[in-house]
């Protein structure tokens, strides 16, 4: 297989041209025709996960986060665009597009929350221009607390931290609404949604005063934790269309901070 052949794998699960118009997947590193007989799979590029490509000799990076965001002014051993460069390493990035495909990221979270905390059936959270929907929302099979929903939370995703705010219905919560990474802008929706509670990351400070001003249960679960199942939905993509090529789960593309100060 070349590149060019996974790249076609994943646009034919979550084609890129459903992404967001600032966002930047696709194929942002490395010729099209190279060969390709391991790809590392990861969540985000960095100088650490390049290198562990190159030790397990990986001849692409599949990744969920964009290596490129911004324009590049300049390229130096700074970036990983550099090293992937250096040690000839193709980078495919599946972003937006992967989170509102139909079974992509969204439906992926669910699927794992769905072991600790049973729910019915999943619909769209929002909607999004062109008929495209981002995010699910599902009736749980019998009410918890917030307490309960949190335990489950820890349990399904290995949340190292996890904050929530309790609104006015965190001791009974009956309908649930998720969307992975930064996803807090979603509250309106997910009130509109009838749920009484959202779950996300990377919540930001405005966001919870917004949940506290509206009496709403909000839950940040952490960007990092709620996508870092992405290795396991690609890695189920490319066995399923391409079941000879061999796929590495990246050990080095790990949490960006590990440790919180505690009083």
Known sequence: MNVQDIYNIIDAFAPFSLQESYDRAGLLVGDPQAEVSRVLLTLDITAPVVQEA???GADLILAHHPVIWDPLRSVSPAHPVWHLV?????AICAHTNLDIAQGGLNDHFGAVLRRALPFGD???LALLPGDRTLGRAA???????AEALAEALVRAFACRSLRYYPGEHADCI???AWCT?????LIGDAIAAGADVLITGDCKHS????????GFTLFDCGHFETEVIVTELFAGILKEAAPSLETVISAAGTKPFFRTATR
């Open 54 to 56: 190159v030790s397990v």
């Open 86 to 90: 250096q040690h000839n390493i193709a």
């Open 122 to 124: 999943t619909e769209p």
């Open 139 to 145: 009736q749980l099979t019998a009410p918890v607390g």
């Open 174 to 176: 009956r309908k649930i």
């Open 181 to 185: 990474g930064s996803g807090g802008d």
């Open 207 to 214: 966001v919870w005063a917004e949940a506290q001003n509206r």
